[in-house]
């Protein structure tokens, strides 16, 4: 949608649905996407039990071609075509793509991720029970509980007899965790989905408060900085002839990084680990090296790696120019190179269009008597899938998906009484879209 089009959405929301009902209770329908949901809770929780004790680490791709099989049979019941594609291309298991073809109006993208971060060599492999609402599992919140949130949210739909008013996409990858390369391959189908959608809607965990949903997710891409300087003995350091050397000059750059960039707020950057000395060796995946070096002589090489996260791609281009200017500034007889690597993942700006869905969400909650709903603060949301639709759809949100802690560690858990309250408020979300004149062709 371009921006006079959604324009005429928000008028047309305004003159039809605000001023006609209020919204202020639930209709006929949306009463009965309430009882379907009831319905199908049990069984949801029983599924998503089966799911998180499947190991679907991301490199474990044979599990997670496991899990995707699993939640396509639930899809397909529900009369969505599906796939399961290849990941070879960019070395991954692959994603789960499942289509329903409604009436002509609302397209929405649902999104969600097949794999975990705990991998067959982890000891935290099985799911249990810490009380009657409390499950402790591998995945069980980041984020197989918002997949089973996704299925039960499309059966209440299909019961109710509203899923043909809308066309849905739902899109769960099997690199969320650690995306594949290049990730232009990795993350294709996921664009594409979201060049022919009108709404996204991500069911990551968001900061695991139920009360808070994700309008804005900052990016993640990685630097590297590069410095060299005069390898000499160490009593004619300073000197104009030897300069100060390369582990001067990195420590100068990150000292400037910090003093005049730390403040701004949302923007973030980490030096992930730093080697220096007479000969340095970076390994090929970048997480480590060696370094080679003297107490009395002046380093020679320098190399730092780190990531930089920001809030738009604004943002992200102010802070790059400030620290390529830092970065050529260089102490006497030393030389620097700051390369970007974009590959990461994209900002999710504040938009207009994600600011309404968080109202609409808000709205549809309280009358379900579930409390009021917030935006969550970027700094406290990771980046996630919902950012590669930024630029491709007016309205996206993320973190409908089940709360709970800890998750990424062996003490992740799920708060299994949100799992019907998130569906019903996704469910009831959709619903509301679908019946507004400009997706009602």
Not at 161 to 166: F, H, I, N, S
């Amino acid at each position: 949608m371009n921006s006079r089009l959604l324009l005429s959405l928000f008028c047309s929301l305004f003159i039809f649905g605000f001023n006609q009902r209020g919204f202020s209770q639930l209709s006929k329908t949306e009463k009965k996407i309430v009882k379907a949901v009831d319905k199908h809770t049990d069984a949801s929780l029983e599924f998503l039990e089966k799911a998180v004790n499947i190991n679907s680490g991301t490199m474990n791709f044979e599990g997670v071609r496991e899990v995707g099989k699993l939640f396509q049979q639930e899809l397909q019941k529900i009369g969505f075509e599906t796939r399961l594609t290849s990941g070879d291309a960019y070395g991954r298991a692959g994603h789960l793509i499942a289509t329903h073809e409604g009436k002509p109006g609302l397209r929405l993208l649902l999104i969600g991720h097949l794999d975990t971060v705990f991998e067959l060599d982890s000891p935290f492999q099985s799911s249990s029970k810490i009380n009657d609402s409390i499950m402790k599992a591998p995945g069980v919140a980041d984020m197989k509980g918002g997949d089973v949130i996704i299925i039960l949210a499309m059966q209440a739909l299909k019961e109710a007899g509203v899923l043909d008013e809308m066309s849905v996409e739902i899109v769960m990858t099997g690199d969320e965790e650690k995306s594949g390369d290049p990730i232009e391959l990795s993350k294709k189908d996921l664009v594409e989905a979201a060049k022919r959608a009108d709404v996204a809607l991500g069911f990551e965990n968001g900061d695991g408060n139920p009360e808070t949903i994700v309008i804005s997710r900052r990016g993640s891409s990685s630097w590297k900085l590069e410095v060299s300087g005069n390898a000499a003995h160490s009593s004619q350091v300073f000197t104009e002839k030897v300069g100060t050397g390369a582990i001067y000059e990195a420590s100068r750059i990150l000292n400037e990084f910090f003093t005049q960039l730390s403040t701004e707020e949302n923007l973030t950057f980490n030096p992930g680990f730093i080697l220096g000395g007479t000969s340095v060796e970076v390994q090929e995946d970048g997480t480590g090296g060696t370094a080679f070096g003297k107490t009395n002589v002046v380093a020679q090489k320098a190399v730092v790696r780190g990531d930089i996260r920001a809030v738009s791609l604004e943002q992200l281009d102010r802070a790059k120019g400030t620290m390529n200017k830092i970065v050529s500034e260089n102490y006497p007889e030393t030389e620097a190179n700051l390369s970007f690597d974009d590959g990461g993942y994209p900002p999710l700006a504040k938009a207009e269009g994600n600011e309404k869905l968080l109202e609409y969400y808000d709205e549809i909650s309280q009358e379900l008597g579930f409390g009021k709903v917030y935006a969550v603060n970027p700094r406290n949301a990771g980046a996630a899938d919902i950012s590669f639709t930024a630029g491709h759809v007016d309205m996206a949100v993320d973190g409908l998906g089940l709360s709970g802690d800890d998750d990424h560690t062996i003490n992740e858990t799920g708060n299994l009484n949100m799992v019907s309250r998130q569906a019903k408020r996704a469910a009831i979300l959709m619903y509301r879209l679908s019946q507004f004149p400009q997706f009602s062709n």
